[in-house]
């Protein structure tokens, strides 16, 4: 099977020729190619070239058009701050005030020369794998993206105390989501990861989440023109699993804070779980440990299908050493074979 085949099949609730591998590295593409993190995503070339080399270096089942998350705020007019070894920060609010909100305009896809490099890039991308690896594009949910637009303390305020201010917002939010997504989609992304880390139980209460991140989820992702997977960024999931298959997501990227054999009991035939390594403790991880850790994973949630190996953030962090990663692609091949005979 080539890794569009493999993905199918296991979101199809089956059984691949093994499990697939989803190694979001999407900074460790200028390691690579010898930049800094932001001269590599000043040019689409590079950003294509880093995901290629990494794609044949860690044996991985994906690529991604994915740059950095406030590349959004930009297009709203706000700023990115880079760092020498982390993803760029989301600079200062461009919504001050909550008055400000009834003055917002969403920012046009097409008058955007940073979300038109991510096009280009996904187009590259396209071109050289075709349809034998998935192409992973990326939007931020209008119900997190406040987040970076107003602050958290400020949006959590306006969620409780205005929500006719919340509900205009979202009306925006959504619109710029929609058109976003199905323009990596026209580009050539195979799916795109909806990262709502604002909805998860670790945030909000589930009765908020119903009220709120669940019916803007729902209304947004009905309209975007093709499969997602929504991603909490380490966020738990476990009381809301049904919640979010309602929402129409195909996918659930889950967190290494919850029990994976849970959720997968949780999840099966109705979301595929993409999950969940952790992130921050494999930057100690030794080679001996990360393959422990692969095993376990794939013994909690390989069998059945309706499983990719990944970690639990959507990001593996700048300082994971290479050998890591070449330690996780190892173990998913000595382990995750299907049939999984060796699980008891």
């Not at 070894?85 to 969403?106: F, S, T, V």
Request: proline residues 6%; contains cysteine.
């Amino acid at each position: 099977m080539n890794s569009m085949q493999r993905v199918l099949t296991t979101l199809s609730f089956k059984e691949p020729d093994r499990v697939p591998l989803f190694l979001f590295t999407g900074l460790q593409g200028a390691g690579e190619l010898g930049l800094s993190i932001e001269d590599y995503f000043s040019r689409s070339d590079y950003v294509v070239e880093g995901q290629m080399r990494l794609l044949k270096k860690y044996r991985g089942d994906c690529i991604t058009g994915f740059f950095y998350a406030a590349i959004e705020l930009q297009a709203w007019g706000g700023e990115a701050i880079f760092q020498p070894d982390c993803p760029p920060n989301a600079g200062p609010a461009i919504i001050r005030r909550p008055e400000d909100i009834d003055r917002l305009r969403a920012p046009r896809v097409a008058d955007s020369p940073l979300l038109l490099r991510v096009l280009e890039t996904i187009r590259q991308l396209k071109a050289r794998v075709g349809d034998t690896v998935p192409i992973i594009g990326i939007v931020i949910s209008p119900f997190s993206l406040p987040v970076i637009q107003m602050g958290f303390d400020r949006y959590i305020e306006l969620i409780y105390e205005q929500p006719e201010r919340l509900a205009k917002l979202m009306r925006i939010n959504e619109d710029f989501c929609v058109e976003w997504a199905n323009a990596q989609l026209a580009a050539g992304a195979t799916a795109v990861g909806y990262f709502d880390p604002v909805s998860s139980v670790t945030i909000i209460p589930r009765e908020l989440y119903l009220q709120t991140g669940q019916q803007v989820a729902m209304r947004t992702l009905a309209r975007i023109n093709g499969p997602a997977a929504t991603h909490l960024a380490s966020g738990r999931c476990l009381p809301i699993i049904d919640d979010i298959a309602a929402t129409g997501s195909a996918g659930l990227g889950v967190s290494a804070l919850e029990d994976l054999a849970a959720l997968k009991a949780a999840a099966q035939g109705k979301l595929t779980l993409i999950g969940n390594l952790n992130g921050i403790e494999m930057r100690r991880w030794t080679a001996e440990q990360a393959e422990r850790e692969v095993k376990s994973a794939i013994a909690k949630a390989g069998r059945g299908g309706g499983f990719i190996l990944a970690d639990n953030h959507g990001e593996i962090p700048w300082q994971v050493p290479e050998q890591t990663l070449l330690a996780i692609a190892d173990a998913v091949e000595r382990w995750g074979r299907y049939p999984l005979d060796w699980i008891e």
